[in-house]
């Protein structure tokens, strides 16, 4: 699992989102932290991408079991 915390006090919209660009975890309205469990995920390059009103932001990960 991975843990995100924002250091803001905005609400964010956090999207995982596979190599091929298919939205995989979807979790609207992510304010402070949040934990992901990405135990369900298969082996593999993934997108975080983190926006709200301001801009968005992305950053790559991999997963291996």
Request: proline share 0%; hydrophobic share 45%; charged share 15%.
């Amino acid at each position: 699992s991975i843990t995100l915390k924002l250091a803001d006090n905005e609400l964010h919209d956090v999207e995982i989102m596979d190599a091929a660009g298919a939205v995989v975890v979807a979790n609207k309205k992510v304010c402070g932290q949040s934990n992901f469990n990405l135990q369900q995920l298969a082996a593999g390059i993934y997108t975080l991408r983190i926006s709200n009103s301001t801009g968005n932001e992305a950053i790559r990960f991999s997963v291996a079991h």
